[in-house]
């Protein structure tokens, strides 16, 4: 065999070997859910990457960069496995019955653009591993229950990354912030419950 159809033979043994793990990631996630809907019907394990299931889309590689879950009446967890998907650039959970905390794992998706968890009954604090987003525009975690402070490292995302979003209104929050102008930036909107 040439260099050249080995080097072939490996490169797509290596997509595989990803997009399946991503599957896998994803139907741990499913495995964690209660879904009277049905909405998760199509995400089969037994495929070979998760770029065919419904509320999920991929890139030209065949690896997840959007999971669209909003309204979908799910309840259950969030699973620290999330943050193996690498690419993820929008994580869209919003308006469903999600409980737990939001795991910290969620730090390593450093390509999320959108973190919308708004109008669940998540609980606990804001992981301060979020402050590794530095992609991340939108950060929405409004309507839970989540309790403590907003992590510094969390807030530094406004004047040190992209973060034009940041509601966490609605939650047992304590501390206030005020709106940040970066640099060359617009003013990021930061809503929080005026009472903390």
């Not at 070979?48 to 309840?75: E, I, K, Q």
Request: charged share 15%.
């Amino acid at each position: 065999m040439s260099k050249i159809a080995v080097f072939l033979a490996l490169a797509l043994v290596l997509t595989y070997v990803e997009c399946n793990s991503e599957g896998d990631v994803l139907n741990a996630w499913k495995s964690s859910l209660s879904d009277p809907n049905n909405v998760l019907q199509s995400w089969d394990p037994t495929l070979v990457n998760p770029c065919t299931w419904f509320h999920v889309t991929c890139n030209l590689d065949d690896s997840v960069v959007r999971v669209d879950l909003g309204n979908a009446n799910l309840s259950g967890t969030l699973v620290p496995q999330l943050g193996l998907l690498a690419n993820l650039q929008y994580l869209e959970v919003f308006s469903n019955k999600i409980s737990g905390e939001i795991p910290s794992a969620l730090g390593n998706l450093t390509r999320l653009v959108s973190l919308d968890l708004y109008d669940n009954k998540l609980s606990g604090p804001i992981p301060a591993s979020l402050a590794y987003l530095r992609s991340l525009r939108f950060l929405r975690l409004n309507k839970n229950k989540l309790s403590g402070s907003i992590p510094t490292g969390v807030l530094q995302l406004i004047q040190w990354g992209n973060l034009q979003i940041l509601d966490v209104s609605y939650n047992n929050l304590a501390g206030r912030t005020r709106p940040t102008k970066a640099k060359g930036r617009v003013i990021t909107t930061v809503v929080q419950d005026p009472k903390a």
